[in-house]
């Protein structure tokens, strides 16, 4: 397509209308910069939602595919492979679990863990067939298959999409009161975002996710931990439980463990809990593939260095402080995160988030809005001091403060 106009036209002629991206068409891109079909570059303030937390064209990502390429990117789990292996035993190591169950997008994974906790509940703690509970919280984001959007409180990815399955209880998030109240004796798993992402970068009170840990430890709960955008380094940890010295018994991964260059997603966990499934009990044919497997590992080896991690605590605090300097002035109402990550709440004097993003776009930034009036900020990890500053010099032009 030879320019953005003629591309988005095509687009909307010939797929389905299930987003509603901002007029931008990208045909390159490196590290934190994105440049469309027009030769026109962007920031990137917000990698993929954290898939692309080491930047565009990673070139140890890239060589590690292309590596990969060359050798054997499929043998379904038909039969062994020679990454697979190693793939297992350093993300359970990173994780400081035992084992890995891998698949490849996000919502594939919270599915797998949904039946791995009900599976637990059924054959480890008890529970009576067919009556698993699973304790989930208002504003969640946990991706939009029929499963995962019966249990969500966003119009937009539930309504029209029923019957809808039963088994979830919804309480506000946050509440450990309400969380309490709702785990009974049926409850095989709490489920959680340690940050809620798609619902504004909320950020739980303090003490919130230990007193998760403590309530399912003694209630014999699993505590499930969806880090799909908030680990590999997002926040300045490898896991965002970390902040509050919080292990949960799952983890849920994906987005930046596949490097923005290919899907990978896991569930881990020990032994005790992923030890139910027996062959033919789950599965999924590109789950834990060679390229996959190459592409996790590089990402993993990355991660053990933590100078991403570092990066984003020490970029992370300047991004805050300079945006809790716009609250207060007329433009932003809030600003909420933790590391290379922020929900912005925009003034409705001064705009939409879709508006506000869409003048961002016009002077070289992008941006995503989220609930009508709050932008996300998330840049690549890699991103400079001096580009981060540049692209928050765009924000308070957009914002006159």
Request: glycine fraction near 12%.
């Amino acid at each position: 397509m030879s320019t953005t106009a003629d591309a988005i036209r095509s687009a909307d002629a010939h797929s389905a209308h299930n987003y509603h991206p901002l007029p931008v068409v990208v045909a390159s891109a490196e590290g934190a910069w994105m440049t469309d079909v027009e030769g026109r570059r962007y920031l990137d303030m917000l990698a993929g939602y954290s898939a692309l937390n080491f930047g565009h064209g990673n070139r140890r990502l890239i060589d590690a595919a292309r590596d990969q390429l060359e050798r054997v990117t499929l043998t379904s789990r038909a039969f062994h492979h020679d990454r697979f292996a190693d793939f297992c035993t350093e993300l359970a190591a990173l994780c400081g679990k035992e084992m890995v169950l891998p698949m490849n997008t996000g919502a594939e994974a919270v599915e797998t863990a949904v039946k791995t906790a009900r599976k637990w509940g059924y054959e480890v703690k008890g529970v009576p067939d067919g009556h698993a509970k699973i304790v989930v919280a208002a504003d969640n984001f946990h991706g939009r298959t029929t499963t995962i959007v019966s249990f969500s409180t966003d119009h937009d990815a539930r309504d029209h999409f029923g019957p809808y399955t039963p088994g979830f209880e919804i309480v506000p998030y946050g509440d450990l009161t309400a969380l309490s109240h709702a785990v009974t004796e049926n409850t095989v798993a709490v489920l959680l975002e340690p940050i809620q992402g798609e619902a504004g970068v909320l950020v739980p009170p303090a003490g919130y996710l230990t007193g998760v840990r403590e309530l399912t430890r003694e209630r014999n709960v699993l505590f499930m931990a969806d880090e799909i955008q908030s680990g590999l380094g997002r926040t300045g940890r490898t896991f965002a439980c970390e902040h509050e010295g919080v292990v949960p018994d799952v983890y849920i991964l994906g987005k930046a463990l596949g490097g923005g260059v290919v899907p990978v997603s896991a569930v881990v966990a020990d032994r005790d809990v992923l030890g139910v499934f027996g062959p033919g009990q789950h599965g999924s044919t590109f789950g834990g593939n060679p390229l996959a497997c190459a592409v996790a590992l590089e990402v993993i080896a990355m991660l053990r260095t933590g100078e991403f991690q570092q990066r984003a605590t020490e970029l992370g605090d300047h991004l805050h402080h300079e945006l809790n300097l716009l609250v207060g002035g007329g433009a932003v109402t809030a600003v909420r995160g933790r590391g290379l990550w922020a929900g912005v709440d925009i003034d409705p004097s001064r705009g939409t988030g879709r508006e506000i993003s869409e003048k961002l776009m016009e002077l070289g930034v992008l941006v995503k809005d989220t609930h009508g009036s709050t932008i996300r900020i998330a840049p690549p990890l890699v991103i400079t001091k001096e580009d981060l500053d540049w692209g928050l010099d765009q924000l308070r032009s957009v914002l006159g403060a």
